[in-house]
């Protein structure tokens, strides 16, 4: 089973990388991919260039196996839609192997609004990161789709190749990129927010200042 890990990385840091990790071990995946995005879609544009962040992402994940860079987003023009990297995936690996996307609460409560999303769950399982005492979403239209789909049990997702929707509870760490970028352009220091690996990148490059 491979997971989908999807974002700006812009920087990636920790609040990326211990709730996905905790994803991994606790479904049991065989690799979970972190694809990077070209364009983005429904935020403002990532401010490092793509082969940065990729840079940032592979030594973020260097000696971790099972976690990997795929950078089929930055290869691909236009808008970074979640559907043509599922549809690029399946034409890959196959239309029976399961597939996890990942995403976190917030992300999932404006699911509805996403561009073809039962396309997207036809493609795909959607597994929920969330922190235990968060609030189940509001959307009628995301709690019909969890009525008819959500599974408690991560087994199953091993058994069909997309299709159901499993809330996987993470440790959600306070870390967000915007704040580590203004900290960087104020002249602090964002150490301990994100690895060392990627905090030298930042520098060597000068990025964000």
């Known amino acids: 089973m491979i997971g989908i890990f999807g974002g700006t990385f812009d920087p990636i840091h920790f609040g990326h990388l211990r709730p996905a990790f905790e994803v991994y071990q606790a479904l049991g995946l065989d690799e979970l991919r972190l694809i990077p995005l070209n364009q983005a879609v429904h935020r403002a544009q990532p401010q490092a260039s793509g082969e940065v962040r990729l840079r940032m992402l592979a030594a973020a994940l260097a000696g971790q196996a099972g976690l990997v860079v795929d950078r089929r987003e930055l290869d691909r023009a236009g808008p970074s839609r979640t559907l043509d990297t599922l549809l690029s995936l399946r034409a890959e690996l196959g239309e029976q192997r399961p597939l996890c996307l990942l995403v976190g609460g917030d992300a999932f409560e404006h699911f509805a609004d996403w561009h073809q999303p039962e396309q997207i769950l036809r493609l795909a399982h959607l597994v929920v990161m969330r922190r235990p005492e968060a609030a189940a979403p509001s959307d009628p239209r995301v709690l019909a789709m969890l009525a008819e789909r959500q599974t408690t049990e991560s087994a199953a997702l091993h058994q069909a190749p997309a299709g159901a929707i499993c809330y996987q509870d993470v ?37 964000y200042t």
């Open 171 to 207: 440790t959600q760490l306070a870390i967000s990129a915007t704040a580590i970028r203004a900290s960087l352009a104020r002249g602090q220091s964002p150490r301990y927010l994100l690895p060392d690996a990627v905090l030298e990148i930042i520098h060597l490059t000068g990025l």
